[in-house]
């Protein structure tokens, strides 16, 4: 009666055997997807988080060269920039090259007409191309993973 159970057993497992690779080439795409996806969102949440710390830094450093005075614009352009570029330092050279600091801050808070007039700084980093698009879906409208065309931070700070 033993010998019977054991060769029972040896054909179901002749009749299972490709079902795990099945299985694993249903799943590995998807999780894969989802795991690009986590390390993708995470890098550009915390670049976001990055332009949001450095954007104030900046406004910070533009208030302190001379509080409560008017200072030359190249002195405060300088200092902003100056400030940008301390804060994002750990990001790569060619990462670098996508940051851009608008002279008008087209994204920020109206602040016009406000006494005594603000200092705005806007910081903006160019996210399109940074990462490769895995899957591109037509039918959709769109790729996988979604992101936006270009991140942005605003602060505003009162001298």
Do not use: H
Request: aromatic content about 8%; proline content about 8%.
């Amino acid at each position: 009666m033993k010998g019977f159970t054991c060769q029972r057993r040896g054909r179901l497992r002749l009749r299972q055997s490709g079902a795990s690779a099945l299985e694993f080439a249903l799943v590995f795409p998807m999780l894969m997807l989802l795991s690009y996806s986590a390390v993708v969102y995470g890098y550009v949440y915390m670049l976001q988080q990055s332009i949001n710390f450095a954007a104030q830094q900046a406004t910070q450093a533009a208030v302190a060269v001379l509080p409560g005075t008017s200072t030359s614009s190249s002195t405060q352009t300088t200092t902003i920039n100056n400030a940008i570029n301390a804060a994002l330092a750990w990001l790569p050279a060619g990462q670098k090259s996508r940051l851009s600091v608008p002279s008008s801050t087209p994204n920020c808070l109206n602040t016009t007409g406000l006494s005594p007039t603000p200092i705005t700084v806007e910081v903006d980093f160019a996210l399109s191309g940074l990462f490769p698009v895995l899957i591109n879906l037509p039918f959709i409208g769109g790729t996988v993973p979604v992101l936006p065309n270009t991140l942005f931070a605003c602060a505003v700070a009162f001298p």
